[in-house]
């Protein structure tokens, strides 16, 4: 393809590459990127500036790499072309998405604070029991009626809730090739306001909750939630679905804000306001039954999982379905066989004395109570254990806020590491142990997953939060192995082939 017919297919790329010299127009591009290591002969280098790096430093060795067109932001280097502050990551982003053009023909962004995970893995469910080829992509990778393709589609140190562009628009391609015709993806704060998804041709969105976290990011809960709403008012197309939790307060504001432009909106909620209302939920030990109302209507179904809040995801997929076309008792009569995401409130095998141990990847206040509340509903259960901590260079201001709700809704708290990063364990430690201060603490969380297992009792519940499908440890530089599911079980199985049974 010719970097003249790749401008020209996006009208923002037209606009801000309009003085391109003439020559350069008629040069064949064989790919893009913003790694000067991948630029090879007629590629186009968009350098951009990160947290932790400025591409304008890798100018020299893309262009002797062979790069035909280097683009960066306020340069005065005459071999490169300059563009305006702050449009290099967009400018990047569509360029990507016009050279890799195939796209699923229906494709839903979910943003909010908390269920992104369950909700895209819930709507490619729903697809693929209607019986197209679909696929979720996010936090667990890109995942198939299959299986997840590890092999294709491992993300490079830790996971991405929205791939790089790089990466995600080479994969929405390949997704064409494999005849996948329904995609579901997560929509991060980060990726909307880094322009990742500004070339995704989307059908439709969905807005499942808003609450503290990425403050460290994005400064305040106001800029937060004007960067959820970006991807409603500045990426979807017009005549587009969306679906809003208007129980949640901002997921009300939200739709107050979008309710006279030109979508179709399908609200959901206990709210009797509701599209889709919640009418009755019941949480047995390991599942839900569950009665909604759409169009006057009843529908009454059970669904096999634990929490209140999977209750909201498997609604909010439920929603974007029917609003993108979907029949309505098809969708309802499909929850029944819905299967949680890895590591979303997902329960061990029952021990023997009928005690439970739940693995589940809240890390965020709101979530951490929601996962809490949730399991104190379950009948017949009696002590609650928690085993958490919180992540390195990440926001701070959570960690106590977490150990409070930690006390409060537990009967025994376990404190321990969970990717520290670059900051010292211990410190973390603290600053979590100051909202919940008769909290045990056990820094390595092998040794503190294997003690909260000893401590079950019948019909007790172990709560092992914050890494939920995560397969590593970030410690300093090292990613090391380690997978919360793993030790929960082979601790399990240690105990009850001891015979010591609490």
Same mark, same amino acid.
């Given at each position: 393809?010719?970097?003249?017919?790749?401008?020209?297919?996006?009208?923002?790329?037209?606009?801000?590459?309009?003085?391109?010299?003439?020559?350069?127009?008629?040069?064949?591009?064989?790919?893009?990127?913003?790694?000067?290591?991948?630029?090879?002969?007629?590629?186009?280098?968009?350098?951009?500036?990160?947290?932790?790096?400025?591409?304008?430093?890798?100018?020299?060795?893309?262009?002797?790499?062979?790069?035909?067109?280097?683009?960066?932001?306020?340069?005065?280097?005459?071999?490169?072309?300059?563009?305006?502050?702050?449009?290099?990551?967009?400018? /990047?982003?569509?360029?990507?998405?016009?050279?890799?053009?195939? #796209?699923?023909? #229906?494709?839903?962004?979910?943003?909010?604070?908390?269920?992104?995970?369950?909700?895209?893995?819930?709507?490619?469910?729903?697809?693929?029991?209607? +019986?197209?080829?679909?696929?979720?992509? +996010?936090?667990?990778?890109?995942? @198939?009626?299959?299986?997840?393709?590890?092999?294709?589609?491992?993300?490079?140190?830790?996971?991405?809730? @929205?791939?790089?562009?790089?990466?995600?628009?080479?994969?929405?391609?390949?997704?064409?090739?494999?005849?996948?015709?329904?995609?579901?993806?997560?929509?991060?704060?980060?990726?909307?306001?880094? /322009?990742?998804?500004?070339?995704?041709?989307?059908?439709?969105?969905?807005? @499942?909750?808003?609450?503290?976290?990425?403050?460290?990011?994005?400064?305040?809960?106001?800029?937060?939630?004007?960067?959820?709403?970006?991807?409603?008012?500045?990426?979807?197309?017009?005549?587009?679905?969306?679906?809003?939790?208007?129980?949640?307060?901002?997921?009300?504001?939200? /739709?107050?804000?979008?309710?006279?432009?030109?979508?179709?909106?399908?609200?959901?909620?206990?709210?009797?306001?509701?599209?889709?209302?919640?009418?009755?939920?019941?949480?047995?030990? #390991?599942?839900?039954?569950?009665?909604?109302?759409?169009?006057?209507?009843?529908?009454?179904?059970?669904?096999?999982?634990?929490?209140?809040? #999977?209750? /909201?995801?498997?609604?909010?997929?439920?929603?974007?379905?029917?609003?993108?076309?979907?029949?309505?008792?098809?969708?309802?009569?499909?929850?029944?066989?819905?299967?949680?995401?890895? +590591?979303?409130?997902?329960?061990?095998?029952?021990?023997?004395?009928?005690?439970?141990?739940?693995?589940?990847?809240?890390?965020?206040?709101?979530?951490?109570?929601?996962?809490?509340?949730?399991?104190?509903?379950?009948?017949?259960?009696?002590?609650?254990?928690?085993?958490?901590?919180?992540?390195?260079?990440?926001?701070?201001?959570?960690?106590?806020?977490?150990?409070?709700?930690?006390?409060?809704?537990?009967?025994?708290?376990?404190?321990?590491?969970?990717?520290?990063?670059?900051?010292?364990?211990?410190?973390?430690?603290?600053?979590?142990?100051?909202?919940?201060?008769?909290?045990?603490?056990?820094?390595?969380?092998?040794?503190?997953?294997?003690?909260?297992?000893?401590?079950?009792?019948?019909?007790?519940?172990?709560?092992?939060?914050?890494?939920?499908?995560? @397969?590593?440890?970030?410690?300093?530089?090292?990613?090391?192995?380690?997978?919360?599911?793993?030790?929960?079980?082979?601790?399990?199985?240690?105990?009850?082939?001891? +015979?010591?049974?609490?």
């Amino acid at each position: 393809m010719l970097l003249k017919d790749l401008i020209e297919k996006n009208k923002i790329t037209e606009d801000l590459l309009k003085n391109v010299n003439n020559k350069i127009l008629h040069n064949k591009v064989r790919g893009i990127s913003s790694n000067s290591k991948e630029i090879k002969k007629d590629y186009i280098f968009v350098a951009i500036k990160g947290k932790n790096f400025d591409g304008a430093e890798y100018i020299a060795e893309a262009e002797k790499l062979g790069a035909f067109l280097i683009i960066a932001e306020e340069t005065c280097n005459k071999k490169v072309f300059s563009i305006k502050k702050g449009t290099a990551r967009q400018i /990047y982003t569509l360029l990507l998405s016009s050279f890799y053009i195939k #796209q699923p023909k #229906q494709i839903i962004g979910v943003t909010g604070t908390n269920g992104k995970t369950s909700t895209v893995e819930f709507c490619r469910q729903l697809w693929a029991l209607a +019986g197209w080829k679909a696929a979720s992509m +996010g936090t667990l990778g890109t995942k @198939t009626e299959t299986a997840i393709n590890k092999s294709l589609y491992k993300n490079k140190k830790e996971n991405l809730t @929205t791939f790089e562009p790089s990466d995600l628009y080479k994969k929405l391609n390949f997704l064409v090739e494999e005849k996948i015709s329904h995609l579901a993806l997560e929509a991060s704060s980060h990726g909307i306001d880094q /322009y990742r998804l500004d070339g995704v041709n989307f059908s439709g969105a969905v807005f @499942t909750n808003l609450s503290h976290d990425h403050l460290d990011y994005h400064g305040s809960t106001a800029n937060y939630f004007s960067t959820k709403k970006r991807l409603f008012t500045k990426v979807l197309k017009n005549n587009s679905a969306i679906s809003i939790n208007i129980d949640d307060i901002y997921g009300k504001k939200l /739709y107050e804000e979008l309710k006279d432009d030109n979508h179709f909106i399908i609200t959901f909620g206990q709210c009797s306001k509701a599209d889709i209302k919640i009418k009755s939920v019941v949480q047995n030990k #390991q599942s839900i039954d569950l009665i909604l109302e759409f169009k006057k209507q009843n529908f009454q179904t059970t669904i096999g999982m634990i929490g209140k809040f #999977q209750v /909201y995801n498997v609604v909010a997929s439920a929603s974007i379905c029917i609003a993108l076309g979907m029949d309505s008792n098809l969708i309802f009569k499909s929850l029944g066989y819905l299967k949680p995401a890895r +590591g979303r409130m997902e329960v061990l095998s029952e021990t023997k004395n009928k005690a439970l141990v739940i693995i589940d990847y809240a890390h965020t206040p709101a979530a951490l109570k929601s996962a809490l509340k949730s399991i104190q509903e379950i009948i017949g259960r009696k002590r609650i254990i928690t085993l958490f901590g919180c992540g390195g260079d990440r926001d701070k201001n959570k960690r106590k806020i977490m150990g409070e709700i930690a006390n409060e809704y537990s009967d025994i708290v376990i404190v321990t590491d969970d990717n520290p990063r670059n900051e010292i364990p211990s410190n973390i430690r603290s600053e979590i142990l100051s909202g919940c201060p008769s909290a045990t603490e056990i820094p390595n969380r092998d040794k503190a997953i294997k003690y909260a297992v000893s401590l079950l009792k019948k019909n007790d519940l172990l709560l092992i939060a914050g890494k939920g499908h995560e @397969t590593f440890q970030a410690v300093g530089i090292e990613t090391l192995p380690f997978d919360d599911y793993t030790v929960a079980k082979e601790a399990i199985k240690n105990i009850e082939k001891s +015979g010591i049974i609490n």
